[in-house]
């Protein structure tokens, strides 16, 4: 069996973020692979481990940048790469066809991603590679089984845990709380210099989505700050609580 | 063109909040506004939408619609879209609802704006405000397909009551057993007798200045005075005083509550973009350089220890 991760390359979740030109300036941000995709590969690698898969594939669609990603995750332990390249400028649709393209002709039996990035927060491309593909998908994992060509994943969902078994081939989207990424050893850095990566064009889509502008948050009010005796900050904390805020107490 | 359409999220007839956001979201527009409700009897919740400004509710009906999944459910809305064709389709930003709305996107060929958090409608046109970054920046983008599809975040629309007709309407099935694809084995449901995390209207966060269980246990004291849910940031989950269902912040939950109270939390810049956009902030945290003053409207340079027990008693008064 084979498993592929999809790895987006995203901005260091520490990165301060500025405007330039009405757009995103990257000068200067260390970029990282997604946490979640992170945990993605690392649950792949386990598969590997506990001999439930052989491959590990990386897939990752951006710019020339994102070979640092698959490289990365190279060095975790999984066995080649693929990168698509693509404008990433490219929406949540015209990424999901690419992927699912290059994902189509690997053919894979475990589809593993992100449930989320961390930098567009949009939750949607492995849904759409799901239904771009005919297969299940199931979301924000915190534990997967395979056995009998079947997948069963625990899921952190609103107001509870769920429980859902699909058919294989199926995508599977994680949480960060699954496992602990591994980081990459020494060893490992330099196998995956010598480790296959396979680069080609993504196929061409139109975005559905359009950006209109970007914008930075309004500033915050610095608001009221006391040093003093416990009990006069908890007097004044609840005269706060009370009077402004107008909270009720139970 | 028919008017807006809310997906109502439920879960055995409770209703979650945002539903009413979206209601009250979708009224302000002026157009007609449905209610979509998917379940195995759900036509007596119809009066409940209305009192929120339902025109229609569309009661989608019938065991293969008993708990949400995901086939049958898109089968089901692409069948109804394409014989009514609304405007606009508004689906709650949860486990179920981004499932749901990407899914059904992708089916349509059409694109999605995800977790939005303002919205502008206007003849047939949609234009979103995103959070991207972690809330670090603001995006605004246009949907260019039809109808209009978005993913609504929780708790940053007002609910407001506003009398609609609420007639309604049986559509169609066009869903079978043959589309479920996920066989749903269990789900075992969060026990707490607290607000869900996203759904409070206060927030009582703890982090690792709590110490341990029993500072976490003076936090929880604290939220049951005020109806609160308990929050934590990743060093308190990380410890496990706390479920991981109970993180705030980037790879957590995404709150905005009335009032968000921190406690022993330094303010990293992955924590805040969990509940920097809280209507009022306060923290407390011995540190007088904690990052999270930054951001809060009351914060007191104190221990939690000391001053979360004088408060508790402070409120009784
Ligand atoms: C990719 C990534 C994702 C992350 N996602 C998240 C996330 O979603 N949510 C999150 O929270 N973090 C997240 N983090 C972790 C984040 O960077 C911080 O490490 C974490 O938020 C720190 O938690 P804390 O504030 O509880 O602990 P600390 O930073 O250790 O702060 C503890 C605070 O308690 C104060 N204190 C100590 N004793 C007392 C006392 N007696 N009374 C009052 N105050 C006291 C201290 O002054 C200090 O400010 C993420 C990190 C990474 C790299
Ligand atoms: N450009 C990309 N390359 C590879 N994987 C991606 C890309 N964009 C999104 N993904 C995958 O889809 C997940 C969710 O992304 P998003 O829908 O953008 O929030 C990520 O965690 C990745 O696993």
Same mark, same amino acid.
């Given at each position: 069996m084979k498993v592929l991760v999809c790895v987006k390359q995203t901005f260091d979740t520490e990165a301060k973020i500025e405007l330039k030109d009405g757009k995103i300036a990257d000068a200067g941000i260390n970029l990282i692979i997604n946490p979640y995709d992170e945990v993605a590969v690392e649950g792949g690698i386990q598969l590997k481990e506990k001999k439930v898969v052989d491959e590990v594939v990386v897939l990752s669609a951006g710019s020339d940048k994102a070979m640092d990603a698959i490289r990365t995750a190279l060095a975790m332990g999984a066995d080649r790469g693929i990168l698509i390249k693509q404008d990433t400028g490219a929406d949540e649709y015209a990424r999901a066809i690419a992927l699912a393209a290059a994902i189509k002709e690997e053919n894979p039996d475990i589809i593993l991603a992100g449930?989320?990035?961390?930098?567009?927060? #949009? #939750?949607q491309v492995p849904t759409r590679i799901a239904e771009i593909l005919g297969l299940p998908h199931i979301n924000v994992i915190t534990n997967v089984e395979i056995a009998d060509g079947k997948a069963t994943c625990t899921c952190e969902a609103d107001g509870g845990t769920l429980v859902a078994e699909v058919a294989l081939p199926a995508v599977i989207s994680s949480q960060v709380s699954w496992n602990e990424p591994r980081y990459p050893s020494m060893k490992g850095i330099m196998q995956a210099k010598k480790k296959p990566v396979t680069t080609a064009d993504a196929v061409a889509a139109d975005n559905k989505v359009k950006i209109i502008e970007f914008a930075m948050p309004p500033a915050k009010q610095a608001g009221v700050k006391i040093d003093d005796e416990p009990d006069v900050c908890a007097a004044k904390l609840a005269d706060w609580m009370l009077n402004t805020v107008k909270i009720e107490v139970k | 063109m028919a008017g807006t359409w809310v997906i109502v999220e439920q879960r055995d007839g409770n209703i979650r909040k945002v539903t009413y956001e979206m209601l009250s979201e979708a009224k302000k527009i002026g157009d007609e506004v449905s209610a979509v409700v998917f379940g195995k *009897? &759900?036509?007596?919740? !119809?009066s409940e939408f209305a009192k929120y400004g !339902?025109?229609? &509710?569309? !009661? &989608?009906?019938g065991d293969v619609f008993a708990e949400y999944n995901t086939g049958a459910y898109v089968a089901q809305l692409a069948a109804m879209i394409a014989e009514y064709s609304p405007n606009a389709v508004l689906f709650a930003h949860t486990f179920n609802g981004r499932d749901f709305a990407s899914r059904l996107a992708q089916k349509l060929e059409a694109g999605l704006a995800t977790d939005a958090i303002a919205v502008e409608l206007s003849a047939g046109r949609g234009v979103f405000t995103r959070a991207i970054y972690a809330g670090k920046a603001i995006a605004k983008v246009e949907v260019t397909t039809n109808p209009v599809l978005a993913t609504i975040r929780a708790g940053v629309m007002e609910v407001a009551e506003s009398a609609g007709a609420g007639a309604v309407v049986k559509p169609a099935i066009a869903a079978t057993a043959g589309d479920v694809y996920q066989n749903i084995k269990s789900f075992v449901p969060t026990v707490s007798a607290r607000p869900d995390l996203t759904e409070a209207e206060t927030v009582v966060s703890g982090g690792r200045g709590c110490k341990g269980p029993d500072g976490i246990k003076i936090v929880e004291t604290l939220a049951d005075l005020l109806g609160a849910a308990v929050g934590g940031s990743r060093a308190s989950i990380d410890s496990g005083w706390l479920g991981h269902e109970l993180q705030v912040g980037q790879t957590g939950k995404v709150v905005c509550p009335n009032l968000y109270i921190a406690a022993g939390i330094s303010g990293a810049i992955q924590h805040l973009a969990g509940? *920097? *956009? *809280?209507?009022f902030i306060a923290a407390i945290n011995t540190d007088p350089e904690a990052p999270i003053f930054n951001v809060s409207d009351f914060g007191v340079v104190a221990d939690l220890f000391k001053v979360i027990p004088t408060l508790c008693t402070e409120l009784k008064k």
């Open positions: 449930h989320v990035a961390a930098d567009d927060g #949009s #939750s | *009897s &759900v036509e007596g919740m !119809a !339902a025109d229609k &509710v569309y !009661a &989608v009906e509940m *920097s *956009s *809280s209507k």
